[in-house]
């Protein structure tokens, strides 16, 4: 009964390697964002899709590449990985008419040696 | 454009006692705010919001914010804590601006988060 997945809960990986993390929702919310909280706790958005199309797109490395196969769903592929890299990355989602209000997975700490 | 300052990066106070975690916007446009808390090692979770009507909300957990429209501020506050309250806390602000007529969404503005530290 999990509102907002993902995929893993602990990614350790090489520098230089491809990696990806999962998320999907089940609140049958139209948008979708990932963000990525750095060791002082700082959030920063990264993307948002509605229903599959990218609407927010902030200043990120074109390494990272968000997908939506469907609006229940948006991955994070990332490419070549860097030490700076290392980070807590969190999937929210939104519904319509909140005004913004979000619902977040429970992270997904990416530790790159 | 929209920003969020979170005045205090730590807050450390004793159980039972009274805390206020501070939160100014810096628009005077129309604005909906929310207060999120994250546990340790979890995600964030909405604690409260202010979209319209009553200046004052309240969380089922005993924090209250209330909004101020002349000063811009959404500050968060509890008269007696708990050990358990000991969390990261994220005032979070979206304006009209980045919401369309039917408040579909855009992204909501962030603070750089309060860290509250209960002691026993």
């Known amino acids: 009964d999990t509102a907002v997945s993902q995929t893993p809960k602990y990614l350790v990986t090489q520098m230089g390697n491809d990696k990806s993390i999962k998320c999907e929702q089940n609140?049958?919310?139209?948008?979708m964002y990932w963000y990525k909280q750095d060791s002082k706790k700082f959030l920063k958005i990264m993307f948002s899709?509605?229903?599959?199309?990218?609407?927010i797109n902030e200043t990120v490395p074109n390494r990272f590449s968000p997908k939506s196969p469907d609006k229940a769903h948006l991955n994070l592929h990332i490419n070549s990985l860097e030490l700076g890299d290392s980070a807590v990355y969190f999937c929210?989602?939104?519904?319509?008419?909140?005004?913004?209000?979000?619902?977040f997975g429970p992270g997904t700490r990416l530790t790159v040696l | 454009a929209q920003s969020v300052t979170q005045l205090d990066s730590q807050v450390p106070v004793f159980e039972e006692a009274p805390v206020e975690l501070r939160c100014n916007y810096s628009?005077?446009?129309?604005?909906?705010l929310f207060w999120y808390v994250q546990y340790p090692n979890q995600g964030l979770q909405l604690l409260l919001k202010?979209?319209?009507?009553s200046t004052l909300v309240e969380s089922i957990n005993g924090f209250e914010a209330e909004f101020n429209k002349s000063q811009t501020s959404f500050h968060l506050r509890k008269p007696s804590v708990h050990i358990s309250d000991t969390a990261e806390y994220f005032c979070?602000?979206?304006?009209?601006?980045?919401?369309?007529?039917?408040?579909?969404?855009?992204?909501?503005?962030w603070g750089l988060g309060t860290s509250l530290a209960v002691n026993p």
């Open positions: 202010y979209l319209s009507g």
């Open positions: 929210a989602s939104s519904h319509p008419g909140s005004y913004n209000e979000q619902f």
């Open positions: 979070a602000v979206s304006d009209y601006l980045e919401c369309d007529n039917a408040g579909n969404n855009r992204k909501l503005i």
């Open positions: 628009s005077s446009v129309s604005v909906y």
């Open positions: 609140l049958g919310h139209d948008t």
């Open positions: 899709y509605n229903n599959k199309e990218l609407i």
